[in-house]
T-cell receptor, first 109, second 114 residues
Framework: GQNIDQPTEMTATEGAIVQINCTYQ??????LFWYQQHAGEAPTFLSYNVLDGLEEKGRFSSFLSRSKGYSYLLLKELQMKDSASYLCAVRDYDYKLSFGAGTTVTVRA | NAGVTQTPKFRILKIGQSMTLQCTQD?????MYWYRQDPGMGLKLIYY???????DKGEVPNGYNVSRSTTEDFPLRLELAAPSQTSVYFCASRTDRGPPTEAFFGQGTRLTVV
């Protein structure tokens, strides 16, 4: 099975940078995903890592180290609309997609 | 583009009643998933399917059943509803044939069991 850990809450100021860490223990690994979820809405895809290293998409970047079972999501130039829950998810060899509990990010003016 | 469609959006059930949550996708995706999300929590996998006629249990399958008779539809059945099944239910789908590799989610069904 999967064990996925991420912090419960983080607070940052508009314009700042926030890094959300995710550690996982898995019986098989076939990719790591980050999703954003605003309150009362469905999760939406942000990023995907299957190889070690950094993937950059505009203000959002995601990093993966498979040997350490570790990923982070970096949010730069924070905007008020970035206030949301960020979910780390791991896909295993059976193609199950398992989620962490999510990190609620609050952006303050 | 409809994507993943869930019905109903909201439902109140009495203890012991049964219902089916509908999920359909028009992207010809083989993989489909059902999750539940309790307040302030992440998503827990109930059942998933890798193609028509194939289903498998996730983390929390007890109290639920699924079927996958077509590629498009993946209904979730609740028998004998219990208050512990009060949650938001999300259906998701993804392709197994190259990018995009991420799962696409429906808008959710908010279920309350009283």
């Amino acid at each position: 099975g999967q064990n996925i850990d991420q912090p419960t809450e983080m607070t940052a100021t508009e314009g700042a940078i926030v890094q959300i860490n995710c550690t996982y223990q898995t019986s098989g690994f076939n990719g790591l995903f980050w999703y954003q979820q605003h309150a009362g809405e469905a999760p939406t895809f942000l990023s995907y890592n299957v190889l070690d290293g950094l993937e950059e998409k505009g203000r959002f970047s995601s990093f993966l180290s498979r040997s350490k079972g570790y990923s982070y999501l970096l949010l730069k130039e924070l905007q008020m609309k970035d206030s949301a829950s960020y979910l780390c998810a791991v896909r295993d060899y059976d193609y199950k997609l398992s989620f962490g509990a999510g990190t609620t990010v609050t952006v303050r003016a | 583009n409809a994507g993943v469609t869930q019905t109903p959006k909201f439902r109140i059930l009495k203890i012991g009643q049964s219902m089916t949550l509908q999920c359909t996708q028009d992207m010809n995706h083989n993989y489909m998933y059902w999750y539940r999300q309790d307040p302030g929590m992440g998503l827990k996998l109930i059942y998933y399917s890798v193609g028509a006629g194939i289903t498998d249990k996730g983390e929390v399958p007890n109290g639920y059943n699924v079927s996958r008779s077509t590629t498009e539809d993946f209904p979730l059945r609740l028998e004998l509803a219990a208050p512990s099944q009060t949650s938001v239910y999300f259906c998701a789908s993804r392709t197994d044939r190259g990018p995009p590799t991420e799962a696409f989610f429906g808008q959710g069904t908010r279920l309350t069991v009283v």
